[in-house]
């Protein structure tokens, strides 16, 4: 005999312990390959030129360091720590990235190799200082990472009702978690496009050549398609697993004909 009960007149058999199961499992699994594809198509580009840049890092590293106090963040507090001497061998000595770190103020980065991505993160810089639309998005970006998790939790663990059943808060989050996910992820994109768009203009007011600057407008569009490539992942993976879960959790309707089945 399979368990089942009658919601609105019509009767439901509840999703097995097995297919709960598959569920979750073909559910992470086109979290993950939706994700990591969509993060390694979008980041070679950028990973490819930012490499190709440690050849010419001598043409932006005087002005890149004059642009501190160009940029008045000096006055601030902000300082660059060189992490060419580093003894930690991370990202950041090796010169495959760069940061800001607003609670410090301190600006990491390999001086020797990607001068060219620190006019980008004092942009960072003046987004969380200096300016109100920057300073607001700067504290919306870890806030909207954490929803898209949770929608990403949601997604995965939540389990749905039947289709004729009503739905509550929770339910219309689930259904709506691959859009929520993605929207989530848009204050990040907006103040990294706009960290590049203040650190042009500070490459240009500290006295950066006009064909350098356009060989850093190619790197930061780059590094900014990162971004949206992971918004749009983030969507896309989410709402995947989402759909996966509820075609193997959802309580499945039984047809009157096929009743005397299940009793």
Known sequence: ????????????????????????????????????????????????????????????????????????????????????????????????????????????????????????????????????SGKLLSKLRWPGRTIAGLMSYLALFSRPKPKEAPKDFKDHLKDNCGKIAFLSMLPTVFEEGLASYKGIKLARKSGLSEPLIKNMKKLYSKALLTYIAHAVGMGLAVGASSMIMDYYTRPKKVESADFSLFS
Not at 85 to 107: H, M, Q, W
Request: hydrophobic letters at 35%.
């Open 1 to 132: 005999m399979v368990n089942s009960y009658y919601y609105s007149g019509n009767r439901y058999i509840p999703s097995s312990e097995d297919d709960r199961q598959k569920g979750f499992w073909l559910g992470s699994a086109a979290y993950s390959a939706i994700l990591g594809t969509t993060l390694r198509w979008a980041g070679r580009p950028f990973s490819k030129q930012l490499q190709k840049e440690h050849a010419q890092n001598h043409l932006y590293q005087d002005t890149f360091l004059k642009s501190l106090e160009v940029s008045g963040l000096d006055k601030k507090g902000v300082r660059i720590i060189p992490m060419e001497f580093s003894r930690i061998a991370d990202d950041y000595a090796k010169g495959t990235n760069a940061c800001y770190v607003p609670k410090e103020k301190l600006l990491k980065i390999n001086t020797q190799k990607i001068s060219i991505a620190g006019f980008h993160e004092l942009g960072h810089a003046m987004n969380d200082l200096i300016g109100k």
